[in-house]
């Protein structure tokens, strides 16, 4: 298996854009059903395993499940969101609801990962029921793994503390290389914790050109104007740097990437190599952290 196949593996293919107007390059909207069934042909035929996708993501769930290529891939769901909440009985009630939705939206047996969609939701009191009741789950045989999605470093800290997890989606690209400088992705792979990164392109603003921009993203273009110029100093596009940084750690075991067409999906597939050495990845690193929680950025 030569190594852009094997990198290719590590992929796992996000599913926001399949049922939600997501992203904040994504003209296009939602994905319609005749794309994301390519999409996925096409990323079965690569080697992708898995599949990120969650209730939230609106009619994702339902998209990826009647598609005839979803049977190869495994699935990492998500709970709802109680919004920090107390924990009590219909709190866990709706989580083992949820499960059982996913998985006939799904037409799985069994979820490859269940999330917890966010930290809050574990740190209100009786929050770690949810984590006992998604255990439960685990042992019925509808879970695989157990974990939780993160922001920061911060909710990785104190999420740890609750309880253990078996995987751990995170943000990471190479504007965002916070965790990596802080030692938490080599702690939780140390910790045998399996790693998914996201949000490797920001959305896709790290693959647009920052002129386009809109001007609330100001100060994110400001940001890719460094990154930009590496790439062109060691003459690797944006793509390219963007997943070879990522697939470049050997502490992620998969990279969550969002597509909202099978152009771009082919376009990731045959980008997938190793980084140049020539490339000066640490350069690129965001200087002003604000502007890398997208939650965060000014509404359109
Ligand atoms: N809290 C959470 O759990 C959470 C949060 C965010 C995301 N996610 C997951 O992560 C997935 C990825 O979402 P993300 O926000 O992190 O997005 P991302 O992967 O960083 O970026 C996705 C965007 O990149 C652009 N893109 C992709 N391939 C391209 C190509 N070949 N050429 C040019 N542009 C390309 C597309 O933008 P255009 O729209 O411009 O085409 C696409 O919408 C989501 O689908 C979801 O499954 C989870």
Partial sequence: MGPTVALATRLALGSAQFGLDYGATNPGGRVPPAEVARILAAAAQAGVTLIDTAPSYGEAEAALGGCAASAVFGFVSKTPRFHGRPIGAAELAALRRGVEASCRALRQDRLYGLLLHHVEDLLAPGG?????????????????????????????????????????????????????????????????IEVHARSIFLQGLLLSRPETLPARLAGIAAQLARPLAECRKASIAPLAAALGFVLGQPEIAHAVVGVTSLAEFAAIRAAARPLPAAFDWQACAATDAAWLHPGHWPAA
């Fill in 128 to 192: 770690g029921d949810l984590l006992r009741a998604m255990r439960e789950a685990q042992a019925a045989g509808r879970v695989a793994k157990v974990g939780l999605s993160v922001y920061t470093a911060d909710d990785i800290e104190r999420a740890l503390e609750r309880g253990k997890l078996d995987v751990v989606q995170l943000p990471f690209s190479l504007l965002d290389q916070r965790l990596l400088h802080s030692g938490h992705l080599a702690a939780l792979a140390k910790a045998g």
